[in-house]
């Protein structure tokens, strides 16, 4: 089965990679069961950005912290490869530190940006399938209340009554009827 992302997270991370280019972009990846909902971008602290990534720890725990807040799940980390295939690099496999954490390369090689998802646990490296949502995402709070659900119940049906009392405005008005003599 494979893991989720929404399409506008994917816009953002490639957009953060293209911004950031020639430099490798990083972030953290975010979501739950599987499907990443949220990218938090970081800025690059490593001494060679432009072929390395790696986070400034203070900045990363105050991105985990706010996912935490947000009740989001750590689910694993990004990074682009501004003239490289999305393959993990041999630097890449060697900086990964836990198994259990996805890693989302973006390559910049080609006319549009690549997303390729895989899971690095020591040496072993296995690509991940990755799908993408479309849909818009609704939050718990973000469901219409009871009154907001009346109020557009009552807007469509007063909205198919206007159109119906104009539709008969418009008709040509009906022959008058003789009677034959």
Known sequence: MPVRIAYAVARQIANHALAEAPKEACGILAGADERISHA?????????????FRFDPNEQLEALKALDAAGLEWLGVYHSH????????????QAAVDGSLLQLIVSLDSAKPRLKLWRLDGFAVAPIALGFDTQIDVGIDDHPSRRQQVAMVIAGIASVLLLLAISL??????????TAP
């Open 40 to 52: 938090a971008p970081l800025n690059n602290a490593a001494d060679a950005p432009e072929t390395q």
């Open 169 to 178: 405005l418009l008709l040509p008005p009906a022959p008058e009827l003789t």
């Open 82 to 93: 501004p003239s490289a295939p999305p393959i993990p690099s041999a630097e890449d496999i």
